[in-house]
């Protein structure tokens, strides 16, 4: 698993015009090539009638697998310059569709790249990027006279986030840790609370914050 890296917020759509023609972007995650596949065919049918719906996908932890498709433009003029944004953007786990419907404007194969690859960017940043980092979840346990302290000390905390807050026989905090950390931050629940919780590793998984895009 990789400790961190880039991939698209979720599905989103974004249209722009270009010389009269429409393109709309559709962006979704993707971990397998068939869920990008489904994807993209679940586009193609919304937009039976668009003149082409184009694709890219960038799909791995080493980009094992990555498709374009020119969907009847000229080749390398759509497919290509979409896939080509992902790379740029260092995305993984990203499909996306982008559906021309033709203004009557014939835009040159120059042109067609530039309107794609912009088409794509712009769709990617309308939707957002985010970066997902490998943590631990650590289960804290604690009497509920510990409860405002705990839960403001972690929501104040620029090292530790809070995940989940479980209200059951004593509160259980579930904080997303550093594997690097682990250590450390259980070195401060304690001092935090006089040693009164009882703590505990818990499973692996990916936290996600968004990113600036330009």
């Known amino acids: 698993m990789l400790l961190n890296y880039l991939t698209v917020k979720g599905y989103g759509e974004h249209e722009i015009e270009i010389q009269k023609s429409r393109f709309i972007c559709y962006t979704s995650r993707a971990t397998t090539e068939d869920e990008a596949q489904a994807f993209i065919q679940e586009i193609k049918k919304k937009n039976w009638n668009a003149t082409h719906n184009c694709s890219a996908y960038l799909i791995g932890e080493h980009d094992l697998i990555q498709k374009a498709n020119d969907d009847g433009e000229p080749s390398g003029t759509a497919g290509v310059p979409m896939l080509e944004v992902l790379k740029k953007k260092q995305l993984k786990d990203t499909v996306v569709v982008v559906t021309r419907y033709f203004g009557g404007i014939k835009l040159g ?13 712009e769709g990617l940043n309308a939707t957002g990027i985010v970066e997902r980092k490998l943590m631990r979840v650590m289960h804290t346990t604690a009497d509920y006279t510990w409860l405002g302290k705990i839960e403001n000390e972690l929501r104040s905390s620029t090292q530790f986030q809070l995940k989940e807050i479980h209200y059951l026989d004593n ?32 499973d692996m998984t990916y936290l996600e914050t968004e990113v600036p895009t330009t």
Do not use: C, P
Not at 109 to 121: E, M, P, V
């Open 109 to 121: 194969a120059g042109g067609l790249i530039r309107a794609y690859g912009k088409s794509t960017s």
């Open 171 to 202: 509160v259980q905090f579930e904080t997303y840790v550093a594997e690097d950390q682990k250590e450390e931050f259980v070195e401060w629940m304690v001092e935090l609370t006089n040693g009164q919780t009882e703590n505990a590793e818990g």
